[in-house]
């Protein structure tokens, strides 16, 4: 199994700013995935993060608003911009298992955004 | 369109006795379904993968069972402990790419 650290843990911040969250991975993954999780709500994928490419992100989520980077297998960042409190969640990040992605899922601790 | 359902209430149990989670799907067949322990600040972690032709998986005190004629899968935590309190996830593969539909997990609760 993987390992993965997030930073930061948690953070408030203000409406209009942007927050950029850091996942480390302790080996090298070829699929790295950001989900959000509100209150009592189901898991939600932003985007998938390979290495090498462009993130693909899902419906309802855009590049400008939430930009990801990938530079190297074992390390991707994802920043929510210009944020407003519909923003406060937690995001998440994960990695496939050996398997694929369809059959295992490791995640990090989590983020936990407030955003006034 | 693809839909998973998990008991939004939570389930309170007492110490010692076998607890049952359920996840009914819809609209789909999932060649693999996944279940998750999610606690309180943290991430979800894996605990069990069962596939479309297996009837029954078990690891230590979990047993997860998958029916695809009734679209469920039934999670069972038996001995149960006070440790084992946590709100578990289910999640079910898309056939068509790579990504996993998740439920919204039921917090189980036992009392000691």
Not at chain 1, 6 to 11: I, M, V
Not at chain 1, 58 to 66: A, L, N, P, R, T
Not at chain 1, 72 to 100: H, K, Q
Request: with cysteine; aromatic share 10%; glycine share 6%.
């Amino acid at each position: 199994s993987a390992v993965i650290s997030q930073k930061p843990s948690r953070d408030i911040c203000q409406r209009g700013t942007s927050l950029t969250i850091q996942c480390q991975v302790d080996s090298q993954v070829t699929m790295m995935f950001w989900y959000r999780q509100q209150p009592g709500q189901s898991l939600t994928l932003i985007a998938t993060a390979n290495q090498g490419s462009e993130a693909t992100y899902e419906s309802g989520f855009v590049i400008d608003k939430f930009p990801i980077s990938r530079p190297n297998l074992t390390f991707s960042t994802l920043t929510v911009s210009n944020m407003s409190p519909e923003d406060s969640s937690i995001y998440l990040c994960s990695v496939e298992g050996a398997g694929g992605p369809r059959e295992t899922q490791y995640f990090g601790p989590g983020t936990r955004l407030l955003v006034l | 369109s693809q839909k998973i359902e998990q008991n939004s209430e939570a389930l309170n149990i007492q110490e010692g006795k076998t607890a049952t989670l359920t996840c009914n799907y819809t609209n789909y067949s999932p060649a693999y379904l996944q279940w998750y322990r999610q606690d309180p600040g943290r991430g979800p972690v894996f605990l069990l993968l069962i596939r479309e032709n297996e009837k029954e998986k078990r690891k230590e005190r979990l047993k997860v069972t998958f029916d695809t004629t009734l679209k469920q899968s039934l999670f069972h935590i038996t001995a149960s402990q006070p440790a084992d309190s946590a709100t578990y996830l289910c999640a079910l593969d898309q056939d068509s790419n790579y990504q996993l539909i998740w439920g919204a997990g039921t917090k189980l609760i036992i009392k000691p």
